[in-house]
Structures are given as structure tokens and as C-alpha cells.
């Protein structure tokens, strides 16, 4: 060999090497982001999800307020419905992973109107600023609704609910020292001085 061509060759090698791995580093970085993007969405969990429609709502049906309050209470994966002896239901509900919205299939396991028991109503939800607010197709056969538009012909209903606050958590307030509290804008109050 002549003199210096090993140390060329060891060079070259170091350079394949060098850029060989520049371009496995350079593949494997838009791979990793990809990766990291399909498993990042923006779907809750339905365990999470399940765990904020814990406890009792009062609502009603949007259009339909004169026809009396609705509680919904649930706990786990089961469902009371009750506006009135006349209008009641229990059923045990599951919630499909990633849906958006967020749809519940509640199947009717008792109902003021015996001949609903085994049918399963889809629906619809969100949670926001406090608000439950559910829609459903007043049929069973048709699809969840896709939005939470009111819509008499097809059958669809919006209900809309606040969370009740537990009888424990009210006593413990009324024990709290009065604050006082100012009106602002829309009918917010909050305490004075925050």
C-alpha cells in the first residue's frame, strides 16, 4: 500500500460512517415525530371522561322547559333519568373510545313505558363551563346526532343540565363565614377583594 493510503481509507470509513449515521438520525427524526403525533390526540380518555359525569344534574329539555326539571343521576356506568313518575328511565351506559363528540349508548334496563327496556338510545355530550349538556335521536334505529343542534323532525333533542352539589358540600358552606359579594357585568359575582 502506498504510504498514507491506510489513514485515507480509515478517514473515508470515519466519513461513510459519520454520514451514515447523519442519515439514519436524519430518517428516524420525522418517524419519531409522526409516532408521537398519531399517539397525542385530543380525545379524553373514556375513563376521564366517565368520571366527570359522576353525581346527580338537573336540567331540562331545551324547548321543552315547561314540562318540568330532569335529574340525571350516575353513578358508574349506570344512568337515572327522571323527570316524572310518567318519564323515568335506568339504564347502564358505555362511552366509544375515541368519538367526537363524545357519544353514550345507554341501554334501557327499566322505564315508566316497559316496552323501551332492551332498547339502546344514542347520544351525544359535552361538558363545558359547568354545563352537561346531551343530545339524543328520539329513535333508536338512527345514529347518534353529529351535533348538538335542536332538530323536531328528525327526532333530535338537546337536554341541558348544571351539576348538583352534594348535600355534605352545602352544609360545609353554610358553616363558612358570609362574604360579601358585588354584581359585575352579566350577572357574575364573586367575593370582594379578589
Known amino acids: 500500500m502506498p504510504p498514507g493510503t491506510s ?17 439514519a438520525l436524519y430518517l428516524l427524526i420525522p418517524c419519531v415525530f ?51 313518575t310518567n318519564f323515568w328511565f335506568e339504564t347502564t351506559f358505555t362511552l ?6 363524545q357519544q353514550l349508548h345507554a341501554t334501557i334496563k327499566g322505564s315508566s313505558d316497559p316496552t323501551l327496556i332492551g332498547q339502546v338510545v344514542s347520544a351525544i355530550f359535552k361538558i363545558q363551563d ?3 349538556t346531551l343530545a339524543t335521536n328520539q ?20 337536554h341541558e343540565f348544571r351539576k348538583v352539589q352534594s348535600q355534605k358540600k352545602n352544609t360545609e358552606r353554610s358553616r363558612e363565614p358570609a362574604r360579601s359579594t358585588s354584581t359585575l357585568p352579566l350577572c357574575v359575582t364573586t367575593a370582594s377583594g379578589a
Open 7 to 23: 489513514h485515507r481509507n480509515q478517514k473515508m470509513k470515519m466519513t461513510l460512517k459519520g454520514s451514515l449515521g447523519f442519515t
Open 34 to 84: 409522526l409516532c408521537l403525533l398519531a399517539g397525542c390526540t385530543t380525545f379524553r380518555s373514556t375513563a376521564t371522561e366517565r368520571q366527570r359525569l359522576q353525581g346527580t344534574w338537573e336540567g331540562f329539555l331545551v324547548g321543552g322547559e315547561s314540562d318540568g326539571k330532569i335529574t340525571m343521576t350516575i353513578t358508574g356506568n349506570s344512568l337515572h333519568f327522571h323527570r316524572d
Open 96 to 101: 366509544p373510545a375515541s368519538t367526537e363528540p
Open 130 to 132: 359547568g354545563t352537561l
Open 139 to 158: 329513535f333508536a334505529e338512527q345514529e347518534p346526532p353529529k351535533n348538538f343542534e335542536t332538530n323536531e323532525e328528525k327526532g333530535m333533542c338537546r
